[in-house]
């Protein structure tokens, strides 16, 4: 069956350092791929996604790109910031979702 | 344009109350999805209603019921609540179901405490 799986948290990073978070997964068929950002205390919102293998998904800094031939989507971003500090959903279309991420940012 | 809402924002239950969760959008959309999240398992889909006067279990349907009460609402009940069921629900829609590359809308989130 579909399943996705991201690397635990939390993530400890200093302002400005090189963020990865991994995310792998397993699906049959042709998936896409998303990534998915939760703020403490609101709902999830979307971060940026793939529809198709090598599409490079990118919003505010972040991107990731579909790998086929890995089954991964990894998340990267080369400086962040404070603001950046949230959970991070790694998901596979419809309804599979990661178990989060959860990054904090240190000035 | 409010996007996903829902009722309530937090609430307390005794083992063996009932409660209907709500849920209501904006956006037009087709398909609504009720999750549940935990700690260290991420969102687990409960029902989901790909269209207006359709509903489908997800993974973890046990202990639910759903109705898609028109194209805007979709509502979840706990008929008898029970401590397994404390847990953080969201309510998404989207604007198609299936189809791949599909975008969902998240609302804030009902924080659920059954003692």
């Known amino acids: 069956g579909n399943s996705v799986t991201q690397m635990e948290g939390p993530v400890t990073l200093s302002e400005e350092a090189f963020l990865t978070i991994n995310c792998t997964y397993t699906?049959?068929?042709?998936?896409?791929l998303f990534w998915y950002v939760q703020y403490p205390g609101e709902g999830l919102q979307l971060l940026l996604k793939a529809t198709k293998a090598d599409d490079k998904g990118s919003n505010k800094g972040f991107e990731a790109t579909y790998r086929k031939e890995t089954t991964s989507f990894h998340l990267e971003k080369g400086s962040v910031q404070v603001s950046d500090s949230a959970v991070y959903f790694c998901a596979l279309s419809d309804w599979y979702f990661g178990s989060g991420t959860k990054l904090n940012v240190k000035p | 344009n409010a996007g996903v809402t829902q009722t309530p924002k937090f609430q307390v239950l005794k083992t063996g109350q009932s409660m209907t969760l709500q849920c209501a959008q904006d956006m037009n959309h087709n398909s609504m999805y009720w999750y549940r999240q935990d700690p260290g398992m991420g969102l687990r889909l409960i029902y989901y209603?790909?269209?207006?006067?359709?509903?489908d279990k997800g993974e973890v349907p046990n202990g639910y019921n759903v109705s898609r009460l028109n194209k805007r609402e979709f509502s979840l009940r706990l008929e008898s609540a029970a401590p397994s069921q404390t847990s953080v629900y969201f309510c998404?829609?989207?604007?198609?179901?299936?189809?791949?590359?599909?975008?969902?809308?998240f609302g804030p989130g009902t924080r659920l405490l059954v003692l």
């Open positions: 998404a829609s989207s604007e198609h179901p299936g189809q791949g590359g599909e975008t969902q809308y």
């Open positions: 699906a049959t068929g042709y998936p896409s």
């Open positions: 209603s790909a269209s207006e006067g359709t509903t």
